[in-house]
Every structure is written in structure tokens, then in C-alpha cells.
């Protein structure tokens, strides 16, 4: 991945900038245990190891999430392949899904669509638990180095959850506090008193206050144990990510392809028209021959006059 997304460069300049201040790369004390621990893991598990925060073409960026527990990240990735290697990478994909099984790792969506044999396109979506993001994308990575292909788009977004989701925790504890003074107090009440039917409306409107408060509670909380995860792949002209320049080869390539769509759109007309020339040619004809022997009658007719 030799291009590098400017988010991402951000990302890892805060990161060296976070490490510079011990050389030895340690927070404190056994604080080199954790990354020793997750090499000697990673090495077990088959995939590449990569210090955090660097990027190799094989595995792509390395960014770590554990500066931001709290927001809720969303990770793109744009694959250019050959067009027969697609499906063939695609369905790898989701064995390595399969492998984390339901609980961690879910397909949410497929696409796969052929515009011809060097046009392909297609795509996976997937729910993920947070846990295994970067490693499930690693993995896939190199499926799809193995399979001769690159990665052509790399993107990581992250959207603050956190935040909201204290402010929301606050406002149903008020509401939810309200409410158990609210009840506390009516069930002191006697059933004729003045002041029960102020207070059982006002319940009623916490209680309209409290359920979108629940939803979006819920909403962020779902945001924060799920990550997804967008696969895009792509052939010929279908390749995901920024346009490249065509080769000589692929830029005769694509010109013997006009010249033969052209080809093919004139083709269409001739044939499409033809049938209507061949109908207009002949009643041509059949009005030249009508004319020819009208004129031949009238000049015989006024020769016999003459005579």
C-alpha cells in the first residue's frame, strides 16, 4: 500500500509523537510485557506482525484503537484483482469470517457483478466484533496479495460514541430518579388526593422522554460493540480507488474494445434501417415505373391528336 491516506499519516504521526517521550516505550512498570505478549500471539496465529502504528504493503496500516476506547470505528478497503481471482478471494473472505464464527464476525451483504470478462466488481460487508477488526483485515490483505491482487483504497473512520452515550446515561438517570420519586410519592397518596393526578401525568411525560433516550442508548452502545467492515473489489476499469494511467497494452486494449462497440452500435443501425431503405427503394421504383409509363400514354395520345 504505497499510498498513503492522509487520516491515516495523522493518525500515525500522533502515535510516534505519544511513544517519543520514553525510549524505551514503556508506560511504566512490565509496560513492555503487553507488546511482547501480542508478537509472540501473532506469530502463533500465522499472521504478520507489525509494531503498532507502522505499515507494511503486506498488511496495510496499523492503526491501534486503544487510545480511543470509545469511538466507534468503520473500516473500507478497495481490492484490484484479476477478473477470475474475484470470487475466488471473495469466498476466502468469508471463510475467515466463518472462522470467527456468529458471535464475532457476521457477512451483512454481498454484490457480485461482471460488466464483461475484464470488467468485475463486487463487494462484502461484514459486522465485526471490535476485537478482531485489524486482525480480520490483515488476514484478508494477504489473501489478496497471495492472490497477485493490491490494495488499491484504504480508509478508517471513527465517529465519537462515547460522548453522547455519558450525556445520554445522565439524562435517564435524572428522568430514571424523577420517576422513582414520582412513585415513591403517589404511593403515599390516598386515591382522592389533590395532587395524584399532576404527578401521573408527569410520569407519563418522563416516561415519553425516557423511551428515545432508551433507543438511543441502545444505538450507541450497538455502535460500540460492532464494527464494520466494507470489502470493494474490482478489474479493468472497475478497480475501486483513485484512476490509474493505463498501460500501452491496456490503451490498445481499450481502443480495439471502442472500435469494436463502435462497430457493433453501427452494425445496429445498418440493420435496424435497412428494412426501411429496402421499402422506401422500392416504392421508389414503383413510382418511377408508374411515371415513366404515364408519361408514355399521354405522349402517345397527343401524337394521335396531331395526327
Known amino acids: 500500500m504505497k499510498r ?3 487520516f491515516l499519516a495523522m493518525l500515525l504521526a500522533t502515535t510516534a509523537c505519544g511513544q517519543a517521550g520514553d525510549p524505551n516505550g514503556r508506560n511504566g512498570p512490565g509496560g513492555s510485557d503487553q507488546p511482547a505478549n501480542a508478537a509472540n500471539t501473532a506469530q502463533e496465529s500465522g499472521d504478520i506482525v507489525v509494531p ?4 507494511t504493503q503486506e498488511a496495510g496500516p496499523n492503526i491501534g484503537t486503544v487510545a480511543a476506547p470509545d469511538v466507534a470505528f468503520a473500516y473500507r478497503y478497495g481490492f484490484g484483482l484479476a ?14 469470517c466463518e472462522r470467527y464464527t456468529l458471535a464475532r464476525c457476521r457477512i451483512t451483504g454481498m454484490t457480485y457483478r461482471a460488466a464483461n ?27 489478496v496479495n497471495a492472490a497477485d491482487g493490491t490494495v488499491t483504497q484504504s480508509e478508517i473512520t471513527g465517529e465519537d ?10 439524562d435517564r438517570a435524572e428522568i430514571e430518579a424523577e420517576l422513582a420519586r414520582i412513585e415513591t410519592r403517589l404511593r403515599g397518596l390516598g386515591p382522592m388526593a389533590a395532587e395524584k393526578t399532576g404527578l401521573e401525568a408527569r410520569r407519563t411525560e418522563l416516561l415519553e422522554q425516557l423511551r428515545p433516550l432508551r433507543e438511543a442508548g441502545h444505538a450507541g452502545q450497538e455502535s460500540l460493540a460492532t464494527t464494520p467492515m466494507v470489502f470493494r473489489y474490482g ?3 472497475l478497480v475501486p480507488g483513485p484512476a490509474q494511467r493505463p498501460s500501452i497494452g491496456q490503451a490498445f486494449h481499450r481502443a480495439g474494445n471502442n472500435f469494436a462497440d463502435g462497430a457493433t452500435m453501427l452494425l445496429v443501425v445498418i440493420i435496424t ?7 422506401f427503394g422500392l416504392i421508389a421504383l414503383l413510382i418511377r ?10 405522349t402517345g395520345t397527343d401524337a394521335t391528336h396531331a395526327a
Do not use: K
Request: charged content about 30%.
Open 4 to 6: 498513503a491516506i492522509p
Open 273 to 279: 434501417l435497412l428494412p426501411w431503405a429496402i421499402a
Open 289 to 298: 415505373y408508374v411515371r415513366r409509363r404515364w408519361f408514355r400514354e399521354e
Open 235 to 237: 478489474s479493468g476499469n
Open 161 to 170: 460514541a462515547g460522548t453522547p452515550l455519558r450525556a445520554n446515561q445522565r
Open 52 to 55: 503498532e502504528g507502522e505499515a
Open 83 to 96: 477478473a477470475d481471482r474475484i470470487a475466488e478471494v471473495q469466498d476466502q473472505h468469508q471463510q475467515i
Open 117 to 143: 470478462s475484464d470488467d468485475v466488481e463486487a463487494s462484502l460487508t461484514f459486522a465485526l466484533d471490535p476485537a478482531i477488526a485489524r486482525t480480520f483485515a490483515r488476514d484478508a490483505v494477504q489473501r
